[in-house]
């Protein structure tokens, strides 16, 4: 099992997300992309599925660019956390079928929750 987490700046909601994603599970492994670009470059390189992704987007020009590789994120769990308000964001982040969104000005506990609930999901349907 992997998570992708897409953390532009490590500061305010990145800080926090940061530290939920360490707190869920020790054996699940973490990679953490500063850049759109490295999360595609990673993206586009073979994966074991199932994955979860989560991404903090604060720019639709982050967005604009994701939806360009849409293709990428089929069968993967995705998580989208949006800046409050933004509903052009909102409705562009739907194209990419997330399981959840959240938004910037939250605690993210309920990221928190549903990444726990996703791993419980997806460890029990791995199990023969």
């Known amino acids: ?42 993206m586009h390189q073979p994966l074991n599925r199932p994955v979860i992704i989560v991404l903090l987007l604060k720019f639709k020009k982050e967005l604009v660019e994701i939806l360009s590789h849409q293709s990428l994120f089929y069968d993967t769990w995705n998580i989208l956390i949006l800046p409050e308000g933004n509903e052009t964001m909102m409705k562009m982040g739907l194209k990419l079928y997330p ?30």
């Open 1 to 42: 099992m992997k998570l992708f987490a897409y953390i532009k700046n490590a500061k305010g909601p990145g800080k926090r997300l940061q530290k939920v994603i360490e707190s869920i599970n020790p054996g699940i492994r973490i990679e953490i992309f500063r850049t759109v670009e490295e999360l595609l470059e990673r």
């Open 99 to 128: 399981r959840y969104i959240s938004f910037t000005n939250s605690d993210l506990k309920d990221v928190e929750l549903v990444l726990k609930k996703m791993l419980v999901n997806v460890n029990s349907k791995r199990k023969p």
